[in-house]
């Protein structure tokens, strides 16, 4: 019982922090939109999906094998946590700067890798953030494998929060010859400075001390197929910056519409599309200790438990934003964009949230139990599947391709994963019916919603949504309930049930 309180306490604690964020960064879009315009926001898109192209080398497989190994090293009351962690930082800090030295000197090449010529002056502005963003990203994985998600989380927030500011304070005009996208990037790479000094400065305050790099061979080899996944991830993000401009061109785009549209679907339509994942994501950071330590234990039952519950919850999350989504995309980014393209496109991309939940938390589960190679494996079976629906699809689907083959990978990864996860741990879904459910409450709820918009526009105008929202949400919340989707008595005394708990 101690045990779940303290991990309802601790997804109650990074999910705060982590819909502060994403609200902050969310205001920070529509700022840009409104400000800059679409054009402009495609443009930092393409820049943003660069650099963690490039800074994935040394900040993401390391942070995590980082994480799991220091849950471990703590679960089996054993030393070598601070070599764990100056092992991490070395290794980082070598690959980041190789990264960095590399991409000097090959700047005069980008340009030429870019579809927008204009985006390389900002990329190589952000540069330097890679090293920072090495730094910042192993020491929150150190916070992450002690369960300190308050100093794991509240880093993530700052940091928007200076993006923000910096931003405001360059692209203003108030420092000269900065433009609005130039000033957006160096903005960026002040912010990450910054955060990377405050959170070394708080791992010493916390009793942080580094040691002899002794564990150098335990952090790389399983880093090593994080790294190549996430690069891959990170690369399709880079290929679609790159490939769907080109391919909209193809198709009778003019360079400013396909670059916008890519603004329109990266930086309007996905941070609601991502939404719940400011839960999900919670869940994930939580869980992934718990399940290193199940794992470490041979306790499959209660990973596997774990691991239903996570996947329940967020499907039963995603299915109040799908409703609405669905519904009303096209008058809510009209309202906050003034941008009724992004909104058609998220009503119909709507409906991928939900084999997203499944697939990100499958994932991770392969991860926390050492199954690093095939968690990369089934992302890149999933993700080629992806690229090939980018670069066949925009002929046929224009902007709606990237929609139709992210639900596709999304699937097939989430098949994949819960094969190998049957496969090493036994694992038995349980969110078979909470799915279906999901899928089919969220109609009834979208028309209630849409038809509450109907009325209540003829007075309030596209205000109507502060009601219409919150009506569709609230109907799927008591639908929810008569359906036993969510049981309400279960998750107050925390008891363990096929339905809707967190563990």
């Given amino acids: 019982m101690a045990k779940s309180k303290n991990v309802v306490k601790a997804v109650a604690t990074v999910t705060v922090f982590s819909v502060f964020t994403r609200g ?32 994935c080398f040394s ?17 089996l009351k054993k030393e070598g946590e601070s070599a764990l962690l100056t092992s991490a930082l070395l290794l980082g800090i070598c690959v980041s700067l190789t990264v960095f030295g590399v991409l000097s000197i090959a700047k005069p090449l980008l340009p030429k890798l870019l579809s927008d010529k204009r985006t390389a002056p900002m990329i190589a502005v952000m540069l330097p953030a890679i090293i920072s963003t090495t730094i910042y990203n192993i020491i929150r994985g150190w916070f992450w494998g002690r369960k300190q998600f308050t100093s794991f989380s509240i880093t993530e927030t700052v940091e928007e929060v200076f993006r923000i500011l910096f931003s405001a304070l360059f692209v203003s005009g108030v ?42 061979k335990e952090i790389l080899l399983p880093s090593i197929p994080i790294t190549v996944m ?4 990170n690369l399709i993000s880079a290929l679609i910056a790159v490939v769907l401009p080109a391919r909209l061109m193809a198709a009778g785009f003019s360079v400013s519409q396909a670059t916008a549209g890519f603004g329109r679907i990266a930086g309007m339509a996905n941070p609601l599309l991502l939404a719940p994942n400011a839960i999900i994501s919670s869940l994930a950071i939580v869980l992934i200790p718990e ?49 009724e393209i992004s909104g058609k496109y998220l009503s119909y991309a709507a409906f991928t949230m939900l084999p997203m939940c499944v697939s990100h938390l499958t994932q991770s589960a ?21 690229v090939l629906g980018i670069y066949f699809l925009p002929k046929y689907m224009g902007l709606y391709s990237v929609a139709m083959a992210t639900a596709l990978s999304q699937i097939l990864s989430s098949a994949l994963n819960l094969a190998a ?30 038809s509450v918009y109907g009325i209540m526009s003829k007075f309030l105008g596209h205000f109507a949504l502060l009601l219409a929202l919150p009506a569709g949400a609230a109907m799927y919340a008591v639908l929810c309930a008569l359906t036993e989707l969510v049981d309400i008595k279960a998750f107050l005394k925390l008891r363990t049930a096929n339905k809707f708990v967190i563990i």
């Fill in 24 to 55: 902050l960064s969310f205001i920070f879009k529509i700022y840009l939109s409104r400000a800059l315009g679409a054009e402009v926001v495609g443009q930092y898109q393409i820049c943003i999906s660069m650099f963690y192209m490039f800074a």
């Fill in 59 to 75: 900040s993401s497989g390391i942070p995590l094998v980082l994480s799991r190994k220091t849950a471990e090293t703590r679960a």
């Fill in 175 to 216: 420092i000269s010859g900065l433009s609005g996208a130039y000033g957006i990037a160096l903005a960026f790479t002040v912010s990450d400075v910054l955060v990377a000094a405050l959170l070394l400065i708080m791992f010493f305050a916390k009793g942080g001390k580094l040691d002899k790099p002794s564990k150098i």
């Fill in 230 to 233: 996430r690069l891959f991830g």
């Fill in 291 to 339: 399940m290193s330590e199940n794992r470490v234990k041979s306790d499959y039952k209660s990973l596997n438990r774990n691991l239903n519950g996570g996947i329940n919850f967020s499907l039963i999350i995603s299915g109040a934003f799908l409703c609405c989504f669905f519904a009303l995309g096209k008058q809510l980014t009209t309202f906050l964009f003034k941008d």
């Fill in 366 to 386: 392969l991860n926390s139990i050492g199954k690093e190679l095939r968690a990369f494996i089934n992302f890149m079976i999933s993700m080629s599947a992806m």
């Fill in 421 to 450: 996860l049957k496969k090493h741990t036994g694992f038995r879904q349980y969110f078979a019916r909470t799915l279906i459910l999901v899928g089919l409450l969220c109609l009834p709820c979208a028309y209630f919603a849409y």
